[in-house]
T-cell receptor, first 110, second 114 residues
Framework: QKEVEQDPGPLSVPEGAIVSLNCTYS??????FMWYRQYSRKGPELLMY????GNKEDGRFTAQVDKSSKYISLFIRDSQPSDSATYLC??????????FGTGTRLTVIP | DGGITQSPKYLFRKEGQNVTLSCEQN?????MYWYRQDPGQGLRLIYY???????QKGDIAEGYSVSREKRESFPLTVTSAQKNPTAFYLC?????????????FGSGTQLSVL
């Protein structure tokens, strides 16, 4: 079993839709949870960072962590064509040991 | 602007050849990392370094070598022993103290075999 599982998609939605991206994990020691956005042939950029359980909101993006279910989510409201990218979840229990999901490719259709 | 610079953007390797990928950062970060990204496999850690003149193997270090002679530089050499080198290589760095789990990535190098 992989440490982090993420549905690779691809996921296509119309512009303005609410997008839900999810990851599950097996290691209950994970404390720090991140979402990265990666445009084609570019490096990932940090989108959201959450410590432990709870929600965090930043503009159109909301990250949720449910440690009891070992489940994290990223919601994108009012999705835009510029949101089309691959979204990677990542998590760790400390520095130098980051575990990544395989990424979900999202396309927002105008 | 502070950031991580990887070069070249594209690199081609002939059989039996060693090639070196460059990574430079001006973020004053102590820790630097090299990841390999293959389609459908996510990011896999090759090597990381927490301080100058020190580095540790990651999950897939075989066929690769690194050096860390300067804080801002962490070059990766893909040796001839790496039989399947075609991949997208990403360099990253992180700071120390609070939120040192956050990685900042360069724009990547696509390595292909001729």
């Amino acid at each position: 079993q992989k440490e982090v599982e993420q549905d690779p998609g691809p996921l296509s939605v119309p512009e303005g839709a609410i997008v839900s991206l999810n990851c599950t994990y097996s290691n209950s020691a994970f404390q720090y949870f991140m979402w990265y956005r990666q445009y084609s042939r570019k490096g990932p950029e940090l989108l959201m960072y959450t410590y432990s359980s709870g929600n965090k909101e930043d503009g159109r993006f909301t990250a949720q962590v449910d440690k009891s279910s070992k489940y994290i989510s990223l919601f994108i409201r009012d999705s835009q064509p510029s949101d089309s990218a691959t979204y990677l979840c990542a998590m760790t229990f400390g520095a130098n040991n980051l575990f990544f999901g395989t990424g979900t490719r999202l396309t927002v259709i105008p | 602007d502070g950031g991580i610079t990887q070069s070249p953007k594209y690199l081609f390797r002939k059989e039996g050849q060693n090639v070196t990928l460059s990574c430079e950062q001006n973020l004053n970060h102590d820790a630097m990392y090299w990841y390999r990204q293959d389609p459908g496999q996510g990011l896999r850690l090759i090597y990381y370094s927490q301080i100058v003149n020190d580095f540790q193997k990651g999950d897939i270090a075989e066929g690769y070598s690194v050096s860390r002679e300067k804080r801002e530089s962490f070059p990766l050499t893909v040796t001839s022993a790496q039989k399947n080198p075609t991949a997208f290589y990403l360099c990253a760095s992180s700071g120390t103290g609070a939120s040192n789990e956050k990685l900042f990535f360069g724009s990547g190098t696509q390595l292909s075999v001729l």
